[in-house]
């Protein structure tokens, strides 16, 4: 089972209310749903989309400026969500994807500016 943060802690991270997939049902857990978000940094903006239960995690960025595409992170077994960072002026993820042989942790940054670390390491 994948590991999530709550609702509320992406809320604080995003600063913005998602739209979610779901918006119907009030029974459907935040979970179990489809959530995305759009934001801006002062350089960047940003459609992050979650599906918690089936550990997708979808992260486009594109140059405000010029609405170029910086960087597209499509992952469909994200292990771990985990919050690194949630301040005014610094907020930063880390993504932890478990394979048969190989630990790939991703670090994204989203403020002050965009950044993205992949790391891979051997499990065996």
Same mark, same amino acid.
């Given at each position: 089972?994948?590991?999530?943060?709550?609702?509320?802690?992406?809320?604080?991270?995003?600063?913005?209310?998602?739209?979610l997939l779901?918006?119907?049902?009030?029974?459907?857990?935040?979970?179990?749903?489809?959530?995305?978000?759009?934001?801006?940094?002062?350089?960047?903006?940003?459609?992050?989309?979650?599906?918690? $239960?089936?550990?997708?995690?979808?992260?486009?960025?594109?140059?405000?400026?010029?609405?170029?595409?910086? $960087?597209?992170?499509?992952?469909?077994?994200?292990?771990?969500?985990?919050?690194?960072?949630?301040?005014?002026?610094?907020?930063?993820?880390?993504?932890?994807?478990?394979?048969?042989?190989?630990?790939?942790?991703?670090?994204?940054?989203?403020?002050?500016?965009?950044k993205q670390?992949?790391?891979?390491?051997?499990?065996?």
């Open positions: 089972m994948a590991i999530f943060p709550e609702e509320n802690d992406y809320l604080s991270l995003f600063e913005c209310e998602p739209t779901d918006n119907t049902s009030k029974d459907l857990p935040f979970y179990n749903n489809k959530a995305t978000y759009r934001f801006s940094n002062e350089e960047e903006d940003f459609i992050v989309t979650l599906s918690p $239960s089936y550990g997708e995690v979808k992260i486009q960025v594109t140059q405000r400026a010029s609405k170029r595409l910086l $960087s597209l992170l499509d992952l469909k077994r994200v292990d771990k969500f985990e919050i690194t960072a949630d301040k005014k002026d610094h907020s930063s993820v880390l993504l932890t994807v478990v394979n048969e042989d190989t630990q790939q942790m991703i670090e994204i940054d989203f403020k002050p500016y965009f670390i992949l790391k891979e390491h051997f499990t065996r």
